[in-house]
């Protein structure tokens, strides 16, 4: 329980009711700033955890997948034209 520091009374916790303390606004905008850096630097952590989960993750699947004789691994992609020359139709299929 909080109470005012005119009614101390043993250990506890407990405030200046009467000349409580202010911050001006350049304290404010100091911590303001700090809890946003906090906030970001925390944000940019989880980040990278969640990365290096999902390349744990991608790192035993693909160990799973091939077998341990394997040099080497070729990965492309096709494009197909699906256009038709006869009309205004342009597509294509990745």
Same mark, same amino acid.
Request: negative net charge; without cysteine; charged residues 45%.
């Given at each position: 329980m909080i109470q005012p520091l005119n009614q101390k009374f043993g250990i506890g916790f407990y405030y200046n009711s009467e000349n409580p303390p202010f911050m001006d606004t350049f304290e404010v905008a100091i911590l303001l700033q700090e809890a946003q850096e906090k906030t970001k630097a925390d944000e940019?952590?989880?980040?990278?955890?969640?990365?290096?989960?999902?390349?744990?993750?991608?790192?035993?699947?693909?160990? *799973? !997948?091939?077998? *341990?004789?394997?040099?080497?691994? !070729?990965?492309?992609?096709?494009?197909?034209?699906?256009?038709?020359?006869?009309?205004?139709?342009?597509?294509?299929?990745?």
């Open positions: 940019a952590e989880e980040e990278h955890i969640r990365e290096e989960e999902v390349k744990d993750v991608g790192r035993k699947r693909f160990a *799973e !997948i091939f077998p *341990e004789d394997v040099k080497a691994v !070729i990965v492309a992609r096709l494009k197909q034209d699906e256009s038709d020359s006869q009309t205004d139709y342009f597509a294509s299929s990745t």
